[in-house]
């Protein structure tokens, strides 16, 4: 029989509580009943400054961990078994971390959480809906009517984030039924990026554009913008991985954990455009 956790009181640490998966994770525990204690800069913990750490993770239960840029970002590994080491030590063995599905980039951070003594659940994430809707990829949509990514005819089965909120909602509450798990996560349809965009431009009858272009290019254009080359090498080489085909596929864990089909793509769009998500 499973050993349900009993969530009465429960405090979780939402690291990103303001960012796409956090701020969603975080209404996601408090609709359950939690606690949530917001990590970020703004309420003094720093993920690059370790004596901000303690203060956010003493007298938690458990915590939900997203790396501030990538999860295969050059230091993330290291950034995250830190932490992970640290919350143990602190007595918060429930950690769930968010990943990325296909990403080989991804795999010593997930092995460094394996090896802090966490008990601990990866939740490995398709590309999110949310990226059309909120950060640098919805401005180009609604400031010049074009998307341009280096992704051409690949299929990707876009994941709703709040999707992976009420995930990682229910790893975090289910006793030991998702303790040292890997979840993969998917959305229900596959869809190129430019199927994708011409669904956005349905959505709000704006004569909306895709344009796919090499990662080299891609990342030539990032360097232009101001971006460190550093960072434009490891995100051109994640972007490389990621779009290759090799996830082109569906994942079933969505259903698996909340015993419902993945919120569709389509709603989403139909959502946010009568938001005016992509108005000029």
Known sequence: MTNTRNTQGMTVVVTGASGRTGSRVARAAEAAGLTVRGASRATGFD????STWAATLSGADAAYLAHPSDVGAPGAAEAVGAL???AVGLGVRRLVLLSARG????LPTEEALHASGADWTVVRAAWFAQNFSEGPLVAELRERGELVFPADDVREPFLDVRDIADVVVTALTGGDEYVDRTLKL????????????AEIAGATGRPLTYRAVSTRDYGEAMVGFGLPPEEVAAMTGIFDTLLDGRNAHLEDGVREVLGRAPRAFTDFVREEAAAGTWKP
């Open 186 to 197: 998917s959305g229900a349809r596959l869809l190129t990026f430019g199927e994708a965009v």
């Open 103 to 106: 990403e080989d980039q991804a």
């Open 84 to 86: 992970a080491r640290e």
């Open 47 to 50: 993920w690059w400054d370790r």
